[in-house]
């Protein structure tokens, strides 16, 4: 099946630090989604992104799609307490009606 | 809060049971989405309803089985529950019936099966 790596798997990382995450696929997505879980929640959108090449920003965080509509990446930086979750990638296929494939999430981990 | 209502939060079944899950989507949304997530893992998709109809299906088992009313409310019926059945179910719902439209999660229904 459709396979989408999203990398890393976790990141221990100190407050104020930047953060950088990624999800590749060997096919191309139309859209690509990119959400937020924390503990004992459902997931939250936090930025939607419908063209090759986009780049869109939500406060701290910035997002891209890949020009070639196989790879995005979402950056948060100047991290603070809050920003500890899972972060998900979600991209949909141009074809077929399968809905969004997910990666399986990278974990955000401030260290004390 | 998303606006997605999901119940109950919490439930626990022996293997071979049957649950139903409930799930009400926002005001004004037409689509319901339900995955599945296991432990520290991603989502699966499993099935999306749209205005009553089935509109898309994933990796749903075929001991699972879904259904959205006329008012938009949808059940996930699963039977014949196995121990790996054992997740937390979401139900996403948006506005469109295109996948590629913004979706809102509800909170989720933990699933235990001892």
Redesign the interface.
């Known amino acids: 099946g459709q396979q989408l790596n999203?990398s890393p798997q976790s990141m221990f990382i100190q407050e104020g630090e930047d953060v950088s995450m990624n999800c590749t696929s060997s096919s191309i997505f139309?859209?690509w989604?990119w959400?937020k879980q924390d503990p004992?929640?459902?997931?939250?959108?936090l930025i939607?992104l419908?063209k090759a090449g986009e780049l869109t920003s939500n406060g701290r965080l910035t997002a891209q799609f890949g020009i070639t509509r196989k790879d995005s990446f979402l950056n948060i930086s100047a991290s603070i307490p809050s920003d500890v979750g899972i972060y998900?990638c979600?991209g949909?296929f141009l074809t077929g009606?399968?809905?969004?494939?997910?990666?399986?999430?990278t974990k955000l981990i401030i260290k004390p | 809060d998303s606006g997605v209502t999901q119940t109950p939060k919490h439930l626990i079944t022996a293997t071979g049971q049957r649950v139903t899950l409930r799930c009400s989507p926002r005001s004004g949304d037409l689509s319901v989405y339900w995955y599945q997530q296991s432990l520290d893992q991603g989502l699966q998709f499993l099935i999306q309803y749209y205005n009553g109809e089935e509109r898309a299906k994933g990796n749903i088992l075929e001991r699972f089985s879904a259904q959205q009313f006329p008012d938009l409310h949808s059940e996930l019926n699963l039977s014949s529950l196995e121990l790996g059945d054992s997740a937390l179910y979401f139900c996403a719902s948006s506005v469109g019936g295109q996948l590629n439209t913004e979706a809102f999660f509800g909170q989720g229904t933990r699933l235990t099966v001892v």
Not at chain 1, 40 to 45: A, I, M, N
Not at chain 1, 97 to 105: K, S
Request: net charge negative; charged share 5%; hydrophobic share 50%.
């Open positions: 999203q139309n859209t989604l959400y004992g929640e459902g997931p939250v959108l939607a419908y998900f979600a949909q009606v399968l809905g969004f494939i997910w990666g399986a999430g």
